[in-house]
């Protein structure tokens, strides 16, 4: 699992090495760190070491320090290295040691602001070591015109120093301008702000380095599950099992306007090994979801009289449709896990339960906060996925799950996930309505089971988020496989889930 912190929490794990003299040895090794990375990228590309060049934009704190130090290491290996000094000042020791290392320094002033600009966006490898965990907003005065102009320079490899400048390390908002990297090296822990849009935008791929500082931290601030996480919390069926203890999922979905919408959630269930579908909804909507997957049980019943134990809502809702509604109001009050998506959304009760699962994309997250009484639209939940997600959670006391790029899932005990296995690809009509069967399915098969979570370091009231996690990654990966970096359906998306949960 990927554990990420935000900047406070780091500074503070900090504090007592600093306390204890070892500030300086913490310093090196983030910077042996980085000087590392950009070495492997150059040697990734084929490209000499000996004559390459590097240019370090360097602020006055401690994270120009690291910039400085690495970009000495890099010097010393034979790397043309430049120091673009953008705040006049720079971390004394760093600067020292840079200098001595041969590096060439130009403190920028608005005069020669042409020429350092040039200078960077002709260099095969820019450090971004401007602001770190110590930022107060974005980058001002001179950084900021540097920056601004040598993004539209379309400069070579940019490797963020600890995390983008002008990315928030708590929150992922993005203080314009930010030179956007294809690396972020990040020291002792990834910080929240890179595993968040629109931090995650800019920071690129996102390598940590351990400083010896691991052992202090504190509970993460947010969580990203890895392969090894999903193949230990998704169980495989015991050799007893039968349908209704693999899970039985009722459906509330589909529209005459939508019928897809429910054939899709039906076969995403399906595809993740639900041990029963029940499907209730229009008669028109049934047959098809019967020609599509004959494995379902159809019915017009009623939520009450249908023994499940997890319910998926919403999916192709038409909001004239009452019958569906008021079905999707009664699962979200059954005190059953339930997964409420689109159609659901505005028609639920404002205050939930942590195991009813919202899954809004931003703009039905900005429509549900502003039902709230908050004032977001959709851009500023886009330019704010955290706080956006938090705060959803915390007002309806549900777990929202906000798809984009990067999955963000808050629970209102405040457990964050985060995931991003997913490609641009899927954003397709219907890959929404797969997702939402993925979650039923693993919430009707393990929802239930405190045991399980618990028995792997999850706080069974943490498991709502844990799972709505584990089917992003679940939906995510199969997306990418049925993509392989070409145009996706949300039917094939369905059609490769099978194929990730064996290779887990
Ligand atoms: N602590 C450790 O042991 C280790 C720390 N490490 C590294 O240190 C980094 C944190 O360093 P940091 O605390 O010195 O802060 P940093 O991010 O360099 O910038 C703050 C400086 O910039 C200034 N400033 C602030 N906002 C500004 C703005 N918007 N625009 C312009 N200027 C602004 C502010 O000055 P002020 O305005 O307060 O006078 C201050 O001087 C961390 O990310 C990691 O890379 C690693 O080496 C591991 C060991
Ligand atoms: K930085």
Redesign the pocket.
């Known amino acids: 699992m990927i554990s990420a912190y935000t900047g406070t929490q780091i500074r503070e794990t900090?504090k007592s090495?600093?306390d204890n003299g070892v500030?300086a040895v913490?310093?090196q090794r983030?910077a042996y760190g980085l000087a590392n990375a950009v070495v492997r990228e150059l040697r990734g590309g084929r490209q000499r070491l000996y004559g390459a060049s590097v240019t370090v934009l360097a602020?006055?704190?401690?994270?120009?320090?690291?910039g400085l130090f690495a970009a000495a290491m890099l010097a010393r290996r034979g790397l043309r290295t430049t120091a673009v000094l953008t705040?006049g000042d720079a971390h004394p020791e760093g600067l020292a040691a840079f200098k001595k290392a041969g590096g060439r320094v130009v403190r920028l002033t608005p005069e020669n602001m042409a020429e350092a600009t040039a200078a960077a966006a002709a260099s095969g490898v820019v450090i971004d070591a401007v602001?770190?965990?110590?930022?107060?907003?974005?980058?001002?005065g001179p950084?900021a015109e540097l920056v601004e102009a040598l993004g539209r320079a379309r400069p070579g490899l940019v490797v963020a120093?600890?995390?983008p400048s002008g990315v928030d390390a708590d929150t992922g908002e993005a203080h314009a301008p930010v030179l956007r990297a294809e690396l972020t090296v990040t020291?002792g822990a990834a910080k929240a702000g890179l595993l968040a849009d629109p931090g995650a935008d800019f920071a690129g791929r996102v390598q940590v380095v351990p400083?010896g500082i691991e052992a202090g931290l504190p509970w993460p601030a947010l969580c990203r599950f890895e392969a090894g996480d999903l193949s230990a919390l998704l169980a495989r069926p015991e050799r007893r099992a039968h349908k209704y203890s693999r899970g039985v999922l009722g459906v509330v979905a589909g529209s005459s306007a939508y019928p897809g919408a429910a054939v899709l959630a039906c076969k995403g269930a399906l595809a993740a090994g639900a041990g029963m579908v029940r499907y209730l909804g229009p008669p028109d909507v049934a047959d098809l979801v019967r020609q599509a997957c004959p494995e379902i049980v159809c019915s017009a019943g009623t939520v009450a009289g249908t023994h499940v134990q997890a319910w998926l809502v919403g999916s192709g809702l038409d909001d004239s449709d009452e019958q569906q509604l008021q079905r999707a109001r009664d699962a979200a009050d059954s005190g059953l896990p339930t997964i409420a998506d689109a159609g659901a959304l505005p028609a639920l009760p404002d205050v939930l339960a942590p195991q009813v699962i919202l899954t809004p994309h931003a703009g039905e997250l900005a429509s549900l906060l502003q039902r709230l009484g908050v004032g977001l639209d959709r851009a500023a939940v886009e330019a704010s996925t955290l706080s956006a997600v938090r705060r959803a959670a915390g007002l309806t006391e549900a777990t929202v799950l906000l798809k984009g790029a990067t999955t963000l899932v808050a629970s209102p005990f405040q457990d964050f996930y985060s995931q991003a296995e997913g490609t641009p690809w899927m954003a397709t009509a219907g890959s929404g309505d797969v997702l939402a069967g993925v979650i039923g399915a693993l919430l009707a098969r393990l929802g239930a089971d405190v045991g399980h979570f618990a028995e792997r370091g999850i706080d069974p009231d943490a498991r709502w988020g844990a799972i709505a996690a584990m089917a992003a990654s679940v939906h995510g990966r199969a997306g990418s496989l049925a993509s392989a970096g070409g145009p996706v359906t949300a039917s094939a998306i369905s059609d490769a889930v099978p194929e990730v949960l064996r290779t887990m």
């Open positions: 900090e090495f600093l500030g913490l310093m983030a602020g006055k704190g401690n994270n120009g320090g690291d705040a602001l770190g965990t110590g930022a107060q907003g974005g980058l001002r950084a120093c600890d995390i020291f400083i």
